[in-house]
């Protein structure tokens, strides 16, 4: 999938129509991939620089960072340095503790204490302070699967999963209803299937696949979202199917209709796979993790964890969505003393990493794993979700005021208009991190950043009884897509009218 910024739908007549690549765009596409190839060993500053050209160069720059954003998938950045960056940094700061730094000559003499500290010449000192720095860092390889038709078609499939995010509904008709319904069970989503007299003759079956998640009359959530976008892999690997999904716009009810007619290809195998687990406390526990609208990712059966003269796998891994940083996670249920103990020892060799275990009380050894210095969270049956929820929110909290620290008082976005979202993403952070950060140049208006001279321009296009679809359409025309909170912002309220749509009128 794209990030949802990068999302390209009309709306024309009510709908909800992805805005797919087509033939025309394959010189863009090839450049795009050029852009990559030709940067390998460059900063990745001058990378960005040679796609933003491109972006200006485009009649549409949601098309060409979509692009980017999937070849960057396929690319490594590595920091270039003779000298780890965060030592020569501590070198630096630890000799000009002992020299007062104002000057030229007594910044050199700095970074000649620093050098002698790590056995490295002044100026290569200097060239690392800030190497890990991410536009400094060097594109050291990068290997897309994909020509530039190739690329296209890998968007289309992305783009489509992507507007498949915000579904409440998928209605399915495929020429291969058996791996329809079998990736439906394996995603865990709810289905009814039910016969259509009037289906057209086009080889799909006439019976059409009704799938909700099993939340959806109570709440929607990003993950289920996911699952209707994954299942699209496997119903787009059909000869001949036709889907139609209700969309929750923003609160405006739409309707996205795809078929085998698209341009909407499945470049490689159907990824929806059987997951297998060693205990139902586990399969019971993964279920209802991943039913959670978090920032931490569950993955089963992480790599190996060396624990002396062994390896160990834990169970699962939780990775937080915003920095490189994992909390392991095993379940110990109910084994034999033996066994137990085997655990224990394999926990006791474990060094530098953080590891929570949930431990069945019935083995009465939480204070023994305490005492290895790993979080030990007592059940009994099943594991709590919230009490794992709660030991992981510790650890948040140490990480969003980690990275709120790194962050400068004030930030000045280049953009008139930028979703708090993204610009975390691009420092590398979450948008908790972000809230004591000052804006001096742009006004925060919910979880977007608007420069005061574009809310002067939409307080002259957007006018009382405008239909509330004309009005995001100007809101879009900026990038704004929290209409509203920019609504409210400028006095207007929503006067909504069913679930066709609304109009705008001014607040009382």
Same mark, same amino acid.
């Given at each position: 999938m794209l990030r949802k910024e990068l999302l390209r739908v009309s709306r024309a007549g009510g709908g909800y129509h992805p805005q797919f690549a087509r033939r025309k765009h394959r010189p863009l596409a090839a450049r795009v991939i050029g852009s990559f190839q030709g940067h390998v060993g460059e900063p990745r500053g001058d990378l960005e620089d040679a796609l933003a050209d491109l972006e200006r160069e485009s009649d549409d720059f949601k098309l060409v960072r979509g692009l980017a954003a999937l070849l960057e998938r396929e690319a490594t950045f590595e920091t270039d340095a003779s000298v780890d960056p965060e030592r020569a940094r501590r070198a630096a700061f630890e000799a000009a503790e002992d020299v007062v730094v104002v000057t030229e000559r007594e910044r050199e003499a700095a970074l000649s204490r620093a050098?002698?500290?790590?056995?490295?010449?002044?100026?290569?000192?200097?060239?690392a302070?800030?190497?890990?720095?991410?536009e400094r860092q060097r594109l050291a390889t990068v290997d897309p699967p994909w020509d530039p038709d190739g690329l296209l078609a890998q968007y289309n499939l992305s783009l489509a999963q992507t507007a498949l995010f915000d579904a409440t509904e998928v209605r399915v008709r495929s020429s291969d209803p058996k791996a329809l319904v079998s990736a439906i069970k394996r995603l865990r989503l709810m289905y009814e299937i039910r016969k259509r007299p009037d289906a057209p003759r086009d080889g799909a079956s006439d019976r059409e696949v009704i799938v909700t998640g099993p939340t959806h009359l109570f709440r929607a959530t990003r993950r289920y979202g996911t699952r209707f976008a994954r299942l699209l892999r496997t119903i787009a690997g059909a000869e001949t199917w036709g889907l139609e999904a209700t969309i929750d716009d923003r609160g405006t009810e739409r309707t996205l209709a795809l078929s085998s007619d698209d341009p909407i290809r499945v470049p490689d195998a159907d990824p929806v796979t059987e997951v297998s687990f060693d205990s139902g406390v586990e399969s019971d526990f993964a279920a209802r993790f991943v039913d959670l609208d978090g920032d931490w990712n569950l993955v089963r059966e992480p790599e190996p964890l060396e624990t002396g003269t062994r390896v160990m796998i834990p169970d699962f891994a939780f990775e937080y969505a915003h920095t490189d940083f994992r909390v392991y996670f095993e379940i110990m249920g109910f084994w034999t003393p033996e066994y137990v103990q085997k655990k224990l020892s394999q926990l006791e060799g474990l060094e530098d990493v953080e590891l929570v275990v949930a431990v069945d009380e019935s083995l009465g050894v939480g204070e023994e794993i305490a005492a290895r210095d790993h979080r030990a969270i007592p059940y009994t049956d099943t594991v709590r979700v919230k009490d794992v929820v709660d030991v992981l929110r510790e650890y948040e909290e140490e990480l969003v005021a980690a990275s709120a620290a790194d962050l400068p008082d004030e930030l000045v976005p280049a953009e008139d208009v930028i979703d708090l979202e993204s610009l975390a993403d691009r420092h590398g952070v979450g948008v908790k991190a972000l809230e004591e950060t000052e804006f001096p140049e742009h006004e925060r208006v919910g979880r977007t950043l608007v420069r005061p001279e574009v809310l002067e321009s939409l307080l002259e296009r957007i006018e009382p009884g405008m239909a509330l679809a004309e009005a995001e359409s100007v809101l879009e025309e900026?990038?704004? $897509?929290?209409? $509203?909170?920019?609504? $409210?912002?400028?006095?207007?309220?929503?006067?909504?009218?069913?679930?066709?749509?609304g109009t705008v009128r001014e607040q009382s």
């Open positions: 050098g002698d500290r790590v056995g490295r010449p002044p100026d290569e000192v200097a060239e302070l800030y190497a890990d720095l991410e900026h990038g704004i $897509s929290d209409a $509203s909170a920019l609504l $409210s912002r400028l006095d207007y309220r929503v006067e909504w009218e069913g679930l066709g749509g």
